[in-house]
Nanobody, 116 residues
Framework: QVQLEESGGGSVQPGGSLGLSCRAS????????RAWFRQAPGKELEAVPQLDRNGNPTYADSVRGRFSIAKDVVRNTLVLEMSSLKPEDTAMYYC??????????WGQGTQVTVSS
């Protein structure tokens, strides 16, 4: 019963920054999983940042120190702030949420392309 909608994807130069938003149609603040995944061409789906039920973030090693996740309570939105972007960050980015596990709900994805 929860719809997720990503926005903010696009093309950016290496070293640049980009912000992604995931708008939820309902309050998911008490879900055990609120996360962003990404899938690059030819690669497996990768968990990038995740918030647990207590709001503690977990980051993949590949993005730690460059990406940050935040929540906008008023807008029921998860924000992914990305900086120092690399070509390797090029992927389709998906927002997901679940009451107990990731994957109960998925957005349609937003493409991020990092290239000169």
């Amino acid at each position: 019963q929860v719809q997720l909608e990503e926005s903010g994807g696009g093309s950016v130069q290496p070293g640049g920054s980009l912000g992604l938003s995931c708008r939820a149609s309902a309050d998911v603040s008490d879900f055990a999983c609120r996360a962003w995944f990404r899938q690059a061409p030819g690669k497996e789906l990768e968990a990038v940042p995740q918030l647990d039920r207590n709001g503690n973030p977990t980051y993949a090693d590949s993005v730690r120190g460059r990406f940050s996740i935040a929540k906008d309570v008023v807008r029921n939105t998860l924000v992914l702030e990305m900086s120092s972007l690399k070509p390797e960050d090029t992927a389709m980015y998906y927002c997901t949420a679940g009451r107990a596990r990731c994957g109960d709900y998925w957005g349609q994805g937003t493409q991020v392309t990092v290239s000169s």
